[in-house]
């Protein structure tokens, strides 16, 4: 059981500090979406695990009640939206367009098949102008298509219209055997083009526990490949493991008591 905290007082302005803070929430909105990525770690390409999901979804009021009203009580100031796929959610702009009510900035994550234009230009007006969109490019080159089930020119021409529009960009390189070889190549186009980004670590999630025996890398990846990649780019951020807990599992780690467990080990 997580210890709880209460808030001191700040000695300078009298009001409440928080011992811990966060600034971002990431938030798996849906399990939704439009591709079927083999490695999805939110395991959006099972079928019943989706079907299941989605009637357990918090709708568009349960969202604003138990998340944007609150997540300011820890920190929060970013909420990335993601899935699955955010964007097929028929409230999505909705969802913004209240976080922005409460003062949160927006991050979209998307698989970018769906971002159209007119679909950026609604975020934006949306978010109130601080919207960031953030696609996956595994392989500048494109030599690992499969483990996005999407092409890579899908996220460019996403990226593209963001630089038009003048809407801030972001790219997350998953880091894993599929693409150590291509890592330099992938952050030096990122850095030419002025987009920020962050580095993966490919993990055992989802239907990625599938593959984490031919996908997972080795000591020897990461002295070989990996890190002189990010000794040569190190203005990247660097995301991480454990990285996220999916809901089924915290349910069954937990023994279905939520807010005050976190499993250590999962």
């Known amino acids: 059981m997580s210890e709880r905290r209460e808030p001191s007082t700040c000695p300078l302005s009298g009001e409440p500090s928080r011992r811990y803070s966060f600034d971002t929430l990431f938030f798996e909105a849906t399990r939704r979406c439009n591709l079927s990525c083999p490695m999805c770690m939110a395991s959006s390409n099972d079928r019943d695990l989706v079907a299941e999901s989605s009637r357990q979804e918090l709708d568009v009021d349960e969202i604003e009640r138990y998340i944007l009203q609150t997540a300011k009580d820890i920190g929060i100031r970013i909420i990335t939206w993601s899935g699955g796929e955010f964007i097929v959610r028929r409230?999505?702009?909705?969802?913004?367009?209240?976080?922005?009510h409460y003062g949160y900035e927006s991050t979209i994550c998307t698989n970018a098949t769906l971002m159209t234009?007119?679909?950026?230009?609604?975020?934006?007006?949306?978010?109130?102008?601080?919207?960031?969109?953030?696609?996956?490019?595994?392989?500048?080159d494109d030599e690992?298509?499969?483990?996005?089930?999407?092409?890579?020119?899908?996220s460019l021409k996403v990226l593209e219209l963001c630089r038009e529009l003048d809407v801030r960009r972001h790219v997350v390189v998953n880091v894993g055997k599929h693409n150590a070889e291509d890592l330099d190549r992938t952050f030096q186009w990122l850095e030419a083009q002025g987009i920020p980004f962050n580095r993966s670590p490919y993990t055992a999630r989802g239907s990625g526990r599938a593959y984490w025996d031919e996908l997972s890398f080795s000591r020897e990846d990461m002295a070989s490949s990996i890190h002189p990649a990010l000794r040569k780019h190190p203005d990247g951020y660097i995301s991480c493991t454990p990285f996220f807990l999916a809901p089924e599992l915290h349910e069954r780690v937990s023994g279905g008591t939520r807010n005050v467990t976190v499993p250590q080990n999962p």
């Open 91 to 100: 409230d999505a702009v909705e969802l913004v367009r209240r976080a922005t």
């Open 117 to 140: 234009r007119e679909k950026i230009e609604e975020l934006r007006e949306a978010s109130g102008g601080t919207l960031v969109v953030a696609v996956g490019i595994n392989s500048i």
């Open 144 to 154: 690992n298509t499969w483990t996005r089930d999407a092409d890579c020119e899908d």
